[in-house]
C-alpha cells in the first residue's frame, strides 16, 4: 500500500488544473444506462471510484470507450448501454463505492427490474439507502431485500408520483431524477438536493431528451419519456478539489490560482475562507486563493446540503482551524461519525475536542509532522493539508483513500513547490 511523505512548511504558491466532479461523474455515468444510443463524457477525472463504475458498467454489459485526454488531462469516455445482458450489481463492486446503488434508478426504469448489493456501512457512518428504495416505491416498484440484495421490480415499468423526501439526499434525488426519466407521466421531487452535481445530471438528462424543470431547485419536476437518446456532456469542476486545494494555499500562506472551476460552485467554503482572513478573487477561467503572512483566525462552521457549507470539506477546515489564531467550534449535521480524522490530527499536535457532533478546535502555533492514517477520504486530505503546514516529516499511510477522489494529488502539490512524495510500501 502506498504512503505519502510531506515535508512542511513550504507556502505553496502556482497553479493547479482542476479535474472534472467525481460526484457528478459517478451518477452521469450511471445515467448511461437509460438510453440504448452512447451517452459521451468529456472531463471525466481519473480516479479509482471512476475505475469502480467503469467496471460496474462493464460488468452489466455496457461498452466504454475511453478516448484518452481531453485538455485538461480529464478523460472522455463513450458508454453505450445497447447490450446490457445484466441487472445485478455485486456485491464485490458495492462493497468498495457506495455510488454503485446509483445504477438502481436507471436499471429498473429501463428493464423493470434491478439487483443491487445493500451498500451496508462505511468509515464515516450508517448511511442507508433507505430514501432511495421509498421513493422507488412511491413510483410503483416492488422492493424486497434478500440474501444483502436489494430486489426492486416494476414489470409494468415505473409511474410517476409526487415523492417528498424526509430529508435531503444527494444520492437518493439522483437516483430518482433518472428514474422518473423514463416513467410514466409526471414524478414531482419535493424536497431535493440541490448540488451543482444535480443539476449537472439535470442538464446531462435533458441533452438525452428528458423534459426536466427546477433544476438546482428544491423542487424537481420531470415529465416521464418514452425512451432517452445519445448525447454528449461535460463534466462539471470538482468543487471538493477546488476547496481542498484552496485551503493548501491558505493553510501554507501561499499563493495559488486555481484553474477550469468555478467561484459559485463553493460560495459558502471561500465565505469562510475569507472570514477566516483568507484572499479569494475570481479570475476568467478560475479562482486565486492567497494566505497571509501571519495566522488565519478561527471561525466557526456547520455543514448543511448545498448551498451550506459542505460535509465534504469539514475535514480540510479542520485542519485549516487547527493552526489558526483562536478558537472554532465545527459541527456537522450530515454525517453522525465524520470526526475520524481528530485522533490523527491530534497526534500532530492539534488541540480538538469532539462533543457529540460539534469540535472544538483551539488553534495551535505550529502542527508537527508524524505517521499518520487516513480513514477516509476527505480525511486524508486532510492529513495531507495539515502535513504541508507542520514542521518535520508527515507519513499518511493508507492512501488508497485518497485515490478514490483526488487525481495526482501529490504531483499538483508539488507543482506548487509542496516537498512531497508517494512511496510504496
Ligand atoms: C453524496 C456524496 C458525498 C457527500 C454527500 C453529502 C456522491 C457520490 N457522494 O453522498 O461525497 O458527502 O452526498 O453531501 O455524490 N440518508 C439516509 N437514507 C438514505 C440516503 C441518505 O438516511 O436513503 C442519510 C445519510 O446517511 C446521510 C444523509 O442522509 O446522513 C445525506 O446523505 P446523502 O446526501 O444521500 O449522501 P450520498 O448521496 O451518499
Redesign the pocket.
Known sequence: MDRIHIRGGIPLRGEIEISGA??AA??LMAASLLSDEPLILKNLPRLADIASMADLLTGLGVEIKLNGDNGNGGRTAELSAKHVTETTAPYDVVRKM??SVLVLGPLLARFGKARVSLPGGCAI?????????QAFEQLGAEIELAEGYIEARAPGGLTGAHVIFP??????T?NLLMAASLAKGETVIGNA?R?P?IADLARCLIAMGAEIEGAGTDTLRVQGCDALYGAQHQVLPDR?ETGSYAVAAAITGGDIVLRNTRLDLLETATETLVRAGVTVEETSDGIRVAGTGGRLKGVDLMTE??PGF???MQAQFMALMAVADGASMITET???NRFMHVPELCRMGADINVHGSSAIVRGVERLSGAPVMATDLRASISLILAGLAAEGETIVNRVYHLDRGYERVEDKLAACGADISRQAE
Open positions: 467525481k460526484n459517478l451518477p457506495r455510488a457512518g450508517t448511511r442507508p439507502v433507505d430514501l432511495h428504495l430529508m435531503v439526499t444527494v444520492g437518493g439522483e438536493a448540488e452535481e471538493i446540503p448545498f459542505p460535509t465534504d450530515i454525517f453522525e
